[in-house]
């Protein structure tokens, strides 16, 4: 029985459909990649699993439990967590205190500051920010920032995330050394991940499936190996260059 | 019969106040609308171009009308130096305003008004003054209207209209229309965003001293260095009832609150009537957050 | 909740709340009705700061709060002979009460739509209580009780003492954390499961609540209360420069705030009456806009034991 599922969501903007019966499912510690052109409704659909957004119509279900009229704070309960594709880190705060929000009030609602602090520090160092636990967050590198929202859906506690972009805008040795902690990170955690992401070279060796939006609508699904030879993901979104250049 | 004149004529009053209201909120619609920035010292403005009003009167015999292009001058300095020195540290090189400068501009124009009105005691005396300026009234049908309070409405319309033709049909105003929208876009059109944001944050204050001046005209024995903790909530109210930014919604906000309060007046007391126009802002930003105007 | 070991910060607020005690007991009547003067200021302060230094969102309305309690103390000691204690009691529970109705509403705005809207209740608070005749409308409620400064000196000493540990242990707790990142992201804060409407609505009332107690107690210093000054916005205004002065959200801020505040003004009150609040307003434009952590922020960025010292 899949962990995550949603069923013919729909979401309407004032006259504008961003998106339009989509349905998915994400097994127990599966990957599924969500790609699309600008505009195709990829963070929208995050958006409203996440509870930041109500759908107009259809279903969300975390193990079998409908979660689209929960709010966000109420959705972290279930073990899901999102991260915002522009970091939004608790900017006063130091990077081990804003994992300790997230530990206090995430899924495990933990009550002792000393704990949390504790068990913040044990993530920082898992997503290798150690060295910089007393930084204030406003002082970090984009990276860092980007790092720290990942580390922060971790502290939650989450056993699905979804991470919205949070490989973009990395230089090519950042992105493969991100990756390679990515693909440590799910296999320590046993974590699931919805990943919306433009860098293709991420979503294709991280996800064992991968489905295609354009325009609110689910034009594809498959491996990462059909998705690139599918041809009308080829017209819609890749061109006609090689993605995996 | 008397109920309805009394009606008409309250409504009649109620317009042009409702006039004056607006330019006096006019200013804090812009910079807000523009800047992002809520000006808490506002109240302390108007009460400025009220006292120049005021002195222009004692000392070269201008009427409140003539007062204002003088009074806007005055603001238009005024507004640069305020920009440079309360905003310019917390905005350039930003995007978008963060809460935490909006802390910071609302702390310190909050010290500001209590710097200028305690200043304004000290220097004008506690005691209220005010201009005298009476060139007579006019008879609609049975409405008998003052005709200081007619052209001080004509002219605070004129003042709004004048604005946004600035905005909407010259290049700078333009610039300044982007900036509102997405202060990068500024750039985009090969405008400095400094010199925008100052631009515009002048001219509020130009429009907002002079609107002190026109306001003269209503409160005869009313100037006084603690009108603005009555002017400034007003003019809160009215940008958010019109949306800040739209310049006619300081029009529609100014009218709708001048109308309540007079109406209203004539029907319970004058506190009720205040009450009840303060009390408009809530509902209105839980269900109409964006204003009134579309 | 599990409590940690209590640090420096707090030992030194209760070795001056200990001083501040017997300052009073020793040196009598005078000294005390300085004081209580200085330890309103305090607790007005503090209130605040549970809402506008803790949570970030600015309250020019904080005085709506101390008139709800000043109007509750003098009904029911002027009407119904009540102890002054009772009435200090109702005043706290009114603010509270208030508090919730308000802050149900008007929490869910931002920024400086929330300030705007805390500005306009005063107003219209102010314009309803002179409708009514049992409120004085619009006149004064004054009564005579004999002249107890001890008695209303140490319910305010209490009060403040509550107040500081209170604020020392929210912001050590797992809710001064919630709130603290309500105060730097709200929505990031709700999406790792903080729940800013609870958490905020927990803030205001606590701030209602000593703001009400606070009002309370004022008024029987001054035995009565009149609506003009009473609803007087300069009140407000001295509370918010007391913490932007002081530390907005430290457990040290406001006392310090209110003795930067207040010290001065007992001088300057005798020579130029608008001395003070010159004085206040251009400090609170410098902190504000260079030393936007107040005093305490400047001490901590001086010394780096301080830094981890003060809370």
């Known amino acids: 029985m899949p962990f995550l599922e949603a069923h013919n969501v729909s979401k309407n903007f004032g006259g504008v459909q961003a998106l339009k019966d989509v349905s998915l499912d994400l097994p127990e ?60 880190p608790f900017s006063n705060m130091t990077a081990r205190e804003n994992l300790a929000v997230a530990v206090l009030y995430g899924r495990r609602n933990i009550h002792s500051p000393r704990f949390a602090l504790e068990e913040a520090d044990r993530i920082l160092s898992m997503v290798r920010m150690g060295s910089r636990k007393d930084a204030l967050a406003d002082s970090l590198t ?11 859906a971790i502290a939650t506690g989450a056993s699905i995330l979804l991470l919205d972009e949070v490989f973009a805008g990395l230089s090519p040795e950042e992105l493969k050394d991100s990756i390679q902690l990515f693909k440590k990170l799910h296999e320590e955690l046993h974590c699931s991940a919805l990943v919306v992401e433009h860098v293709m070279r991420a979503v294709l060796s ?31 979104y890749l061109g006609s260059k090689n993605p995996a250049t | 019969m008397v109920a309805a004149e009394l009606i008409v004529t309250d409504l009649a009053f109620g317009l042009m106040l409702g006039c004056v209201f607006s330019v006096v909120a006019h200013g804090l619609n812009m910079i807000w609308g523009v800047v992002k920035v809520v000006n808490i010292a506002h109240g302390e403005f108007i009460m400025l171009g009220a006292y120049g009003a005021y002195f222009l009167n004692l000392f070269a ?20 130096a305020f920009y440079y020195a309360f905003l310019h540290r917390e905005l350039r090189n930003k995007e978008t305003i963060t809460l935490q400068s909006e802390m910071v501009t609302l702390a310190a124009t909050f010290g500001l008004s209590l710097f200028v009105s305690n200043l304004a005691i000290i220097l004008f005396t506690g005691n209220p003054v005010g201009v005298n300026y009476n060139p007579g009234t006019l008879q609609f049908g049975y409405v008998r209207v003052p ?37 990068t876009a500024t750039e985009l059109v090969g405008a400095n965003p400094a010199k925008v944001a100052s631009l515009a944050t002048a001219l509020g204050f130009a429009v907002t001293m002079a609107g002190g001046a026109l306001l003269t005209v209503w409160i005869p024995v009313g100037i006084n260095p603690l009108m603005g903790a009555l002017y400034a909530p007003i003019s809160f ?4 009832l019109g949306g800040p930014g739209k310049m006619w919604g300081s029009l529609v906000g100014g009218l709708t609150l001048g109308v309540v309060i007079d109406l209203l007046q004539a029907f319970t007391t004058a506190q009720i009537a205040y009450a009840a126009a303060f009390l408009i802002l809530i509902p209105v930003l839980v269900f109409r957050p964006e204003g009134l105007l579309k | 909740m599990k409590i940690e070991k209590p640090g420096l910060t707090l030992y030194g607020l209760c070795i001056v709340m200990a001083l501040l005690a017997s300052a009073a007991l020793l040196l009598g009547v005078a000294v005390s009705s300085i004081l209580l003067l200085l330890l309103i200021y305090a607790a007005l302060a503090y209130s605040i700061n549970f809402i506008t230094g803790m949570m970030g969102y600015v309250d020019f309305g904080h005085v709506l709060f101390m008139a709800i309690g000043s109007y509750a103390l003098a009904t029911l000691v002027s009407y119904y002979g009540a102890n002054p204690l009772l009435g200090v009691g109702l005043g706290a529970l009114l603010g509270l009460v208030f508090a919730l109705g308000i802050g149900l509403v008007i929490l869910r705005f931002r920024g400086v739509y929330f300030a705007i809207a805390t500005v306009v209740l005063v107003l219209a608070a102010y314009n309803i209580v002179l409708q009514f005749p049992q409120l004085g409308a619009g006149g004064e409620i004054i009564f005579n009780l004999t002249f107890q400064p001890l008695a209303t000196y140490f319910t305010i000493w209490t009060i403040v003492l509550i107040e500081i540990v209170l604020t020392y242990y929210v912001n050590r707790s797992r809710i001064g954390f919630g709130i603290r990142a309500i105060k730097n992201e709200e929505d990031a804060a709700s999406s790792v499961g903080v729940s800013p409407r609870t958490l905020k609505l927990t803030g205001y009332m606590l701030g209602g609540l000593f703001g009400g107690a606070a009002g309370a107690v004022y008024a029987w210093s001054i035995s009565g209360v009149t609506a003009g000054p009473a609803f007087d916005f300069t009140f407000s205004l001295l509370m918010l420069a007391m913490i932007i002065i002081g530390g907005v959200g430290t457990s040290i801020g406001p006392l310090l705030g209110a003795v930067v505040v207040y010290i001065p003004s007992y001088f300057l009150l005798t020579t130029v009456a608008q001395a003070q609040p010159l004085m206040i307003g251009l400090l609170v434009i410098i902190m504000a806009l260079f030393l936007p952590d107040g005093i305490v922020g400047l001490l901590r960025r001086s010394n780096q034991r301080l830094r981890l010292v003060l809370e």
């Open chain 2, 147 to 183: 005709l200081a309070a007619l052209y001080v409405a004509i002219l605070s319309v004129l003042i709004i209209m004048g604005t946004w033709l600035f905005l909407e049909r010259t290049f700078i105003g333009s610039a300044i229309r982007a900036y509102a929208q997405d202060v």
């Open chain 1, 29 to 88: 510690s599966a990957v599924l990649g969500l790609i699309g052109p600008n505009g195709s409704g990829k963070s929208t659909l995050l958006n409203v699993i996440a509870g930041v957004e109500k759908p107009t119509s259809g279903i969300v279900k975390l193990d079998g439990k409908r979660i689209d009229n929960l709010r966000t704070n109420r959705i972290i309960r279930y073990g899901l967590a999102k991260t915002h594709q522009i970091p939004k």
């Open chain 2, 237 to 240: 109210v009215i940008v958010v």
């Open chain 1, 142 to 152: 984009v990276q860092e920032k980007k790092r720290l929202e990942l580390a922060r």
């Open chain 1, 206 to 236: 991280l996800s064992q499936k991968v489905m295609v939006l354009e325009e609110g609508r689910v034009i594809a699904t498959g491996s990462p190996d059909e998705i690139v030879h599918d041809e009308k993901v080829i017209q819609a």
């Open chain 2, 61 to 80: 015999g201008l009427t409140p009308l003539e007062t204002a292009p003088v009074d806007a001058a005055i603001g238009l300095l005024v507004g640069y």
